[in-house]
Protein backbone atom coordinates (compact mmCIF):
# COMPACT_ATOMS: atom_id res chain seq x y z
CA UNK A 1 0.00 0.00 0.00
CA UNK A 2 1.39 3.15 -0.58
CA UNK A 3 -0.50 5.48 1.23
CA UNK A 4 1.00 7.95 3.87
CA UNK A 5 0.82 7.55 6.93
CA UNK A 6 0.46 10.81 9.28
CA UNK A 7 2.55 10.22 12.54
CA UNK A 8 1.40 9.26 16.01
CA UNK A 9 -1.36 11.16 17.55
CA UNK A 10 0.14 11.21 20.90
CA UNK A 11 3.71 11.49 20.58
CA UNK A 12 4.73 12.54 16.60
CA UNK A 13 6.35 9.38 16.11
CA UNK A 14 6.56 7.30 13.39
CA UNK A 15 3.71 4.85 12.51
CA UNK A 16 3.55 1.55 11.11
CA UNK A 17 1.15 -0.68 8.97
CA UNK A 18 1.34 -4.09 9.96
CA UNK A 19 -0.16 -6.88 8.61
CA UNK A 20 -1.28 -10.73 10.36
CA UNK A 21 -3.69 -13.08 10.56
CA UNK A 22 -6.14 -14.65 13.41
CA UNK A 23 -5.10 -17.50 14.62
CA UNK A 24 -8.07 -19.48 14.89
CA UNK A 25 -9.65 -18.97 11.77
CA UNK A 26 -6.48 -17.43 9.87
CA UNK A 27 -8.42 -14.56 8.13
CA UNK A 28 -5.86 -11.54 7.39
CA UNK A 29 -6.20 -8.26 9.63
CA UNK A 30 -4.12 -4.95 9.11
CA UNK A 31 -3.59 -1.93 12.30
CA UNK A 32 -1.16 0.43 12.31
CA UNK A 33 0.93 1.66 15.22
CA UNK A 34 3.60 3.81 16.81
CA UNK A 35 6.71 2.71 16.14
CA UNK A 36 7.60 4.56 19.36
CA UNK A 37 7.68 1.87 21.80
CA UNK A 38 7.67 4.21 25.39
CA UNK A 39 4.40 5.88 23.05
CA UNK A 40 0.82 4.26 24.53
CA UNK A 41 0.20 3.49 20.90
CA UNK A 42 2.46 1.21 20.36
CA UNK A 43 1.00 -1.90 21.45
CA UNK A 44 -2.66 -0.20 22.15
CA UNK A 45 -4.01 -0.27 18.46
CA UNK A 46 -7.10 -1.32 16.51
CA UNK A 47 -6.86 -3.85 13.83
CA UNK A 48 -9.30 -3.85 11.08
CA UNK A 49 -10.56 -7.39 10.13
CA UNK A 50 -13.58 -6.36 8.12
CA UNK A 51 -12.49 -7.96 4.93
CA UNK A 52 -10.72 -11.09 3.26
CA UNK A 53 -8.82 -8.99 1.48
CA UNK A 54 -5.41 -7.92 2.70
CA UNK A 55 -5.26 -4.95 0.58
CA UNK A 56 -8.90 -4.02 1.69
CA UNK A 57 -7.98 -4.35 5.38
CA UNK A 58 -4.58 -2.20 4.57
CA UNK A 59 -6.50 0.52 3.35
CA UNK A 60 -9.33 0.59 6.44
CA UNK A 61 -6.63 0.82 9.18
CA UNK A 62 -4.55 3.36 7.11
CA UNK A 63 -7.65 5.55 6.69
CA UNK A 64 -9.02 4.89 10.56
CA UNK A 65 -5.33 6.04 11.58
CA UNK A 66 -5.11 9.21 9.53
CA UNK A 67 -8.19 10.25 10.39
CA UNK A 68 -7.24 10.32 14.16
CA UNK A 69 -7.10 13.87 16.26
CA UNK A 70 -4.15 14.79 17.39
CA UNK A 71 -3.66 14.60 21.18
CA UNK A 72 -1.99 17.51 23.21
CA UNK A 73 0.80 16.18 25.10
CA UNK A 74 0.85 17.07 29.03
CA UNK A 75 4.30 18.15 30.04
Known amino acids: MDAELKPCPV ?10 HYLESELPYSYVHCTNEACTLNHNAAHFSGSKSESKNDQDAVTAWNKRQQIPAHH
Do not use: F, H, V
Open 11 to 20: CNSEAELKEA
